[in-house]
């Protein structure tokens, strides 16, 4: 079975400052890795996502996140983030060529101040 | 190209009762999948259907049901609703499988009393 620990349930920020959410999997299998962000009273919109590859994936946001086999894990981070990036983000996992399943984290409240 | 749409948005229902909720899949996706998202539990899997088949189901009890029509549109059924049914039901859709992306409708907010 999978499971994803996302370290943080609250991540509070100051405007233009730089953030990393921490996100830990386990899974005896290959998977795919994925970062949703959903936003109030709205469901989950997808991120970002690590299928193969670079390691480093980015998303139109100046989001990226770095996907580390030998640490089972795959941060997110924003060199500067902006107000707009007040959401909870979600870090994910699906079994390569397994059940169309996503495990999902309990999720980062990233809030941010101005 | 339209999203994933989810009717209603918001239900409010009696201990006891049954309640329908309905998935409108993107054009051209065939593979739907619903969530439960609650503060306590997170996100948690229901099932998965695939032309019209149920391909994969989550460990939830036999009160939540589900189907998908020819056309691809999902429905997902919990009869007998208890109190900690209260969630948000989320459905996505995705193409057939793999590699590609679930994406997610707005969701609908159930409230049992």
Known sequence: AQSVTQLDSQVPVFEEAPVELRCNYSSSVSVYLFWYVQYPNQGLQLLLKYLSGSTLVESINGFEAEFNKSQTSFHLRKPSVHISDTAEYFCAVRVIQGAQKLVFGQGTRLTINP | ?113
């Open chain 2, 1 to 113: 190209k339209a999203g994933v749409t989810q009717t209603p948005r918001y239900l409010i229902k009696t201990r006891g009762q049954q309640v329908t909720l309905s998935c409108s899949p993107i054009s051209g996706h065939r593979s739907v999948s619903w969530y439960q998202q609650t503060p306590g539990q997170g996100l948690q899997f229901l099932f998965e259907y695939f032309s019209e088949t149920q391909r994969n189901k989550g460990n939830f009890p036999g009160r939540f049901s589900g189907r998908q029509f020819s056309n691809s549109r999902s429905e997902m059924n919990v009869s007998t609703l208890e109190l900690g049914d209260s969630a948000l039901y989320l459905c996505a859709s995705s193409l057939q499988a793999d590699r590609n992306p679930l994406h997610f409708g707005n969701g609908t907010r159930l409230t049992v009393t």
